[in-house]
């Protein structure tokens, strides 16, 4: 799980610094890795999918 809360963090720096892409691609990354392990409704999960739906909406995508 370790290897996911980096992955995590990875996305959150690439998001602010305007690497929507890259963010995005690490967030779906960690999103799967916790799915996985943990479930689509554990709060680890929940949060991935909310940084998610947040970058959507930061690339218009909403």
């Known amino acids: 799980m370790d290897y996911c809360y980096h992955v995590k963090g990875l996305s959150r720096g690439l998001q602010d610094k305007g690497d929507l ?3 995005n691609e690490h967030f779906e990354r960690a999103r799967e890795i916790f799915r996985k ?3 689509e409704e ?3 999960t929940a ?3 909310n940084n998610l739906e947040s970058l959507a909406n930061v690339q218009g995508r909403v």
């Open 47 to 49: 949060t991935v999918r």
């Open 21 to 23: 892409k890259g963010a």
């Open 42 to 44: 554990h709060p680890y």
């Open 37 to 39: 392990f943990l479930g």
